[in-house]
């Protein structure tokens, strides 16, 4: 991944680093030629927009607008989990009283922390860096009740994205796809977003999680989030046994993020943990969001499923390095019944521990942050 930029107005000074190193291949995309590149590199990272694509045409998206794509990359590449995951050290709840099914989540949980490298070595971890690079392929948006499929051959959007955290609601992830930028963060009161063309919106209730945390990329917060899950039964993903843990989350949450122009329904989450491994091997999750209106209401419905592999040891912790995420957009109600799918390929190219330096100033939200209804993703 490319990480640096060389200083085009001096041949003798030093070169710039990039705040989100970009893959090589989305890098080659931005020009015919190499001085090409570099300009047109340089003027996003002035901008903080997008670069200019007059030498690579449109987006390979089929998107109607650069709003409309923007929008498919927040959904897709920075959505919140909607529960607030407190870093119980102990990982442990009482089982007094339990039924079966939360207590067998709970002994699962169990596994997977030891699998991921023991309470002791996940209790060390006070802060996070990532890098990672991704790529994106979607389909149309479809009519009607038929399965959508993203087209097997084709172009697909790439980029990469570097992410800060810091426990326990601390969290910064910048987002590049395709010359287009999203910023998202947490400060620990509220969660937010923002893109180059879009003013920043505050999401409405307490502080959430990033969804890519529990893509096997933060172990503790991911037993935090399933310690109070139930246990449902089994399944058998890519030939591995697992178990399947599933959490819905509480009315009275789903009330909290919920605005005068939406409701959401429900949302609910599953975990499918390797009874082999004791890894966690599948993470997805169904929001449905209703659109009020005076006449009929219009009903959202995202599910994410990601497929998580690729472990590898990090100063002790077994951390995922690569997955799948499919996003299915189910649209209906007034007259809608449309569909659309997305795909996203990504993979953890850097990952540290303990970083020193990373202070609160680092997780502020912009100046421009709005706070009223918010924009709950």
Known sequence: MRKLCPNLDKEDGLDTVLEVPIPEEMFNSMGSNAMLRWANLRSFMKAQSHVDRSSNGKSHFSSRSNNEFMALLKLVGSPLIPLQVHCD????????????????????????????????????VKSMYAVGEMKMVGSEMRQGDDSVHVPTKGNSEVGGFVLWQKNPD??????VVSGFKVSAGSDGKVAWNQSG?????????????????????????????????????????????????????????????????????????????????????????????????????????????????????????????????????????????????????????????????????????????????????
């Not at 079966?100 to 309470?119: C, D, F, M, N, R």
């Not at 601390?170 to 987002?175: F, S």
């Not at 178990?243 to 429900?266: A, M, R, Y």
């Not at 993979?347 to 421009?368: R, Y």
Request: aromatic residues 10%.
């Open 170 to 175: 601390l969290w910064y992830l910048e987002l």
């Open 197 to 377: 063309s879009q003013p920043c919106h505050a999401n409405k209730g307490p502080p959430r999680p990033l969804r890519r945390f529990f893509q096997g990329l933060d172990p503790r917060s991911i037993a935090n989030l399933f310690l109070d899950a139930v246990c449902i039964g089994e399944k058998t993903i890519n030939k591995e046994e697992s178990f399947i843990l599933k959490l819905e989350t509480p009315t009275e949450i789903l009330q909290s993020q919920s605005t005068p122009q939406t409701e959401i329904v429900h949302h609910t989450i599953w975990g499918y943990f390797s009874q082999r491994t004791g890894l966690l091997i599948q993470f997805d999750d169904t929001k449905l969001v209703k659109m009020k209106s005076r006449y009929d209401n219009v009903f959202w419905e995202t599910t994410m499923e990601t497929v998580i592999g690729d472990y590898r040891y990090v100063d002790g912790i077994n951390i995922a390095h690569g997955g799948k995420t499919s996003a299915l957009l189910y649209r209906y109600g007034h007259a809608f019944n449309q569909k659309r799918r997305i795909e996203e390929t990504w993979k953890i190219e850097e990952v540290d521990f303990n970083i020193c330096g990373l202070s609160m100033e680092c997780f502020l939200p912009p100046a421009d942050l709005k706070r009223e209804d918010g924009g709950d993703q």
């Open 89 to 124: 050290n102990a990982l442990t709840r009482p089982i007094k009283d339990c039924s079966i099914e939360a207590s067998t989540a709970k002994y699962i949980v169990q596994q997977y922390v030891a699998a991921t490298g023991g309470l002791a070595v996940l209790n060390s």
